[in-house]
């Protein structure tokens, strides 16, 4: 199995600002995901980030928005730019270990 | 992408069986039924996951119709413990590696 560590574990940002969430797995994977939660809702996947190329996005969601870095087989770190309230949500990362995804504990973000 | 859907919300009787359904009708013939569960905005846990063929591990037994629309999974002795919001995910492959897609989930209560 694979354990995966996120900080910051919640933060509360003002509006207009970035947060740069950090993603360690303790083994080397090939693919890290991120996801966002929004309040009372499933998962969305965001994108998935290969190391040493660019991260592929989902419908609805843009880089510029949501940069995202691979610097190595067991870092990723997701940035949510120019915050505004309706980012508050829960996002998590999550890697592929055999047959199992395997999950963060989650960054719950608030923006006011 | 195959998509799932499930019923909001379930209640169960401690100590019976949890009979939580899925059905994912336009699932692909190499896409795999997974099953996660999360507690209070946790990360969320792996259960079980399936091909074609009934499955069963520790925590929970999964079992697919012959024409793979649709999957059970079966808590045989529900505690309080498992009251959770319970994902049934269509993991397909893309890239060299897999997606996962959550469904809307559904929120099982235990009562005692």
């Known amino acids: 199995s694979a354990v995966i560590s996120q900080k910051p574990s919640r933060d509360i940002c003002q509006r207009g600002t970035s947060l740069t969430i950090q993603c360690q797995v303790d083994?080397?994977?090939?693919?890290m995901f991120w996801y966002r939660q929004q309040p009372g809702q499933s998962l969305t996947l965001i994108a998935t980030?290969?190391?040493?190329?660019?991260?592929?996005?989902e419908s609805g969601f843009v880089i510029d928005k949501f940069p995202i870095s691979r610097p190595n087989l067991t870092f990723s770190t997701l940035t949510v730019s120019n915050m505004s309230p309706e980012d508050s949500s829960i996002y998590l990362c999550?890697?592929?270990?055999?047959?199992?995804?395997?999950f963060g504990q989650g960054t719950r973000l608030t923006v006011v | 992408d195959a998509k799932t859907t499930q019923p909001t919300s379930m209640d169960c009787a401690e100590g019976r069986a949890a009979n939580l359904p899925c059905n994912h009708s336009t699932i692909s013939g190499n896409e795999y039924v997974y099953w996660y569960r999360q507690i209070h905005s946790q990360g969320p846990q792996y259960i079980i996951h399936g091909l074609k063929n009934n499955e069963t591990n520790e925590m929970a037994s999964l079992i697919i119709t012959e024409d793979r629309k649709s999957s059970t999974l079966i808590l045989p002795h529900a505690t309080l413990r498992d009251t959770a919001v319970y994902y049934c995910i269509v993991r397909f492959p893309t890239s060299g590696t897999y997606k996962y897609i959550f469904g809307t989930g559904t929120r099982l209560k235990v009562l005692a």
């Open positions: 980030a290969n190391q040493g190329s660019e991260a592929t996005y």
């Open positions: 083994s080397q994977v090939t693919m």
């Open positions: 999550s890697s592929a270990w055999g047959t199992e995804a395997f």
